[in-house]
């Protein structure tokens, strides 16, 4: 195990709501990065922050936004949602260029 | 855009013959990561190369990042049912935060 946590694992939503994922890392691993992932394709980074700030995004629209706490923990948001968004949501914390992923969110947008 | 290309998509072999992937970037990589992807699972971290022309072997898997440093390959020698998944290189571009994922090669293994 990796140690990284996520919530839930599993989400159903409808077009325009909005989500809020989780993502708890390891101690000590300060910085966590957002991917997303559609079926039968390689994650796409949507964001990195490092020490509560981001410094790193993908080519995701505004509508796609993070925080990241003192303990560890981390959230993704996506406003206004749509039905490509469906996918795994995958966050990994990184500790000397090694990241480790969580085991993902499945958001399912109908 | 940025883009790391991974051919072939899927790979069908009997167990205990070879497999390859490979990997091409259109930019000069800083570093390139390498992941398995169980069917259901989330990537696990396999290896990074950092180097030139850097070789680096894990048992049975070889991983190599070219001179150029815009490819790169991961060879696995006389596979064994365990090794059945999607393996992902992911390059990190000179200069930049991201993570580029290639679209990953499937590998599925007849016993």
């Known amino acids: 195990e990796t140690g990284v946590t996520q919530s839930p694992t599993h989400l159903i939503k409808t077009r325009g709501q909005q989500v809020t994922l989780r993502c708890s890392s390891q101690?000590?691993?300060?910085?966590v990065s957002w991917y997303q992932q559609a079926l039968g394709q390689g994650p796409q980074f949507i964001f990195q922050y490092y020490r509560e700030e981001e410094n790193g995004r993908g080519n995701f629209p505004p509508r796609f936004s993070g925080l990241q706490f003192p303990n560890y923990s981390s959230e993704l948001n996506v406003n206004a949602l749509e039905l490509d968004d469906s996918a795994l949501y995958l966050c990994?914390?990184?500790?000397?260029?090694?990241?480790?992923f969580g085991p993902g969110t499945r958001l399912t947008v109908l | 855009g940025q883009q790391v290309m991974q051919i072939p998509q899927y790979q069908h072999v009997q167990e205990g013959e070879d497999f390859t992937t490979y990997c091409n970037s259109s930019t000069t990589l800083s570093n390139i990561q390498w992941y398995k992807q169980r069917p259901g699972g989330h990537p696990v971290f396999l290896i990074q190369?950092?180097?030139?022309?850097e070789v680096k072997k894990q048992k049975r898997l070889t991983f190599q990042f070219g001179e150029a440093k815009k490819n790169s390959s991961l060879h696995i020698t006389a596979t064994q049912t365990t090794d059945v998944g999607t393996y992902f290189c992911?390059?990190?571009?000179?200069?930049?935060?991201?993570?580029?994922f290639g679209q990953g090669t499937r590998l599925t293994i007849n016993p």
């Open positions: 990994a914390s990184s500790f000397l260029n090694e990241q480790f």
């Open positions: 190369l950092v180097k030139s022309g």
């Open positions: 101690s000590g691993h300060n910085t």
């Open positions: 992911a390059g990190r571009i000179q200069g930049a935060q991201k993570l580029v």
